[in-house]
């Protein structure tokens, strides 16, 4: 079975430091492109990073690039998402998703590209 599951949420100051994690299992993951998507109360689902199959492509909401940083590990099967300089408006839930459809140098940024889902975990940012 699919699983994809977020973890490194919390509570963090403004100004402070998170590394969101997922760990995933049950399809290849080097064969998917990996994204990170955020939604706050009353806003739609956004994306905020991807990167592509072998790491080699990253993309970045303008809102977060310069602060926030995608990796994967594939060994690992996981991803990562560094988060430096946080504002209260990154205050969201995080969901990591995968795409298998994507072409292999390129990093999907539409929801509707992506295949698997986590649940998401929790950033609060207090200000």
């Known amino acids: 079975q699919v699983q994809l599951v977020e973890s490194g949420g919390g509570l963090v100051q403004a100004g402070g430091s998170l590394r969101l994690s997922c760990a995933a299992s049950g399809f290849p993951f080097s064969s998917y492109c990996m994204g990170w998507f955020r939604q706050a109360p009353g806003k739609e689902r956004e994306f905020v990073a991807g990167?592509?199959?072998?790491?080699?492509?990253?993309q970045y909401a303008d809102s977060v690039k310069g602060r926030f940083t995608i990796s994967r590990d594939n060994a690992k099967n996981t991803v990562y998402l560094q988060m430096n300089s946080l504002k209260s408006d990154d205050t969201a839930l995080y969901y990591c998703a995968a795409d298998r459809t994507t072409s292999p140098s390129t990093v999907a940024v539409r929801t509707t590209q992506f295949d698997y889902w986590g649940q998401g975990t929790q950033v609060t940012v207090s200000s």
């Open positions: 990167v592509s199959r072998n790491g080699g492509a990253t």
